[in-house]
């Protein structure tokens, strides 16, 4: 069975572009959330969708950041724009209902010059 | 408030048990996670515990949950070298609360 797909695996941008990172979920699951992992900071959960909507965006960073879950097997996180700071892995995790047991795709590794 | 709180190394040899401590504060947490996460790669799901458990074993792996102190540990028996990654202990509240992650080093 597919795990979570994201896409791309790695992406280099210079500060001030836009910024698309992409999420299919496992099948079947109707959670699907998003991190971010830095040295400094650790994981941070961004935001989390039960169902397709958004349940608890509180750790969305600022207005740069916004995801959007249009169907069950598709979703992105846009960065807009990329700031340096910014620079992290992003991970995309979805699970069959709720905040248990998540299943994580294998990252975004994003670098903002 | 919510922290959970592991050491940051352990390095053993190859063929020795590893222990990998953790600390929650959250006692109402359901599930108490551990997940591996290798060098460039995202994070495995090895294994989790109820909270109403005390135990749980899984071939190489054992979790012990002490919910009187909060404690959570993970067990490796026969450590490999492939067993050298980064392990994380999580706990759910409202929402998936991660430790900083135990650096296990396996030398021969």
């Known amino acids: 069975d597919a795990g979570v797909i994201q896409s791309p695996r790695h992406e280099v941008t210079e500060m001030g572009q836009e910024v698309t990172l992409r999420c299919k979920p496992i099948?079947?699951?109707?959670?699907l959330f998003w991190y971010r992992q830095t040295m400094m900071r650790g994981l941070e959960l961004l935001i989390y969708?039960?169902?397709?909507?958004?349940?608890?965006d509180s750790g969305m960073p600022e207005d740069r950041f916004s995801a959007k879950m249009p169907n069950a097997s598709f979703s992105t996180l846009k960065i807009q724009p990329s700031e340096p700071r910014d620079s992290a892995v992003y991970f995309c995790?979805?699970?069959?209902?709720?905040?248990?047991?998540?299943?994580f795709g294998p990252g975004t590794r994003l670098l903002v010059l | 408030g919510e922290d959970v709180e592991q050491s940051l190394f352990l390095s053993v040899r190859e063929g020795d048990s590893s222990v990998i401590n953790c600390t929650y504060t959250?006692?109402?947490?359901?599930?108490l996670y551990w997940y591996k996460q290798e060098p460039g790669a995202g994070l495995q799901l090895l294994t989790y515990?109820?909270?109403?458990?005390d135990m749980k074993q899984d071939q190489r792996l054992t979790v012990l949950l002490n919910k009187k102190d909060k404690h959570l540990s993970l067990r490796i028996a026969d450590t490999q070298t492939g067993d050298s990654a980064i392990y994380f202990c999580a706990e759910t509240t409202d929402k998936l609360i991660f430790g900083t992650g135990t650096r296990l080093q396996v030398f021969p």
């Open positions: 099948s079947g699951h109707n959670s």
């Open positions: 515990i109820f909270s109403n458990m």
């Open positions: 995790a979805s699970s069959f209902s709720g905040v248990e047991t998540q299943y």
């Open positions: 959250d006692s109402s947490s359901t599930y």
């Open positions: 969708f039960n169902n397709n909507v958004p349940i608890d």
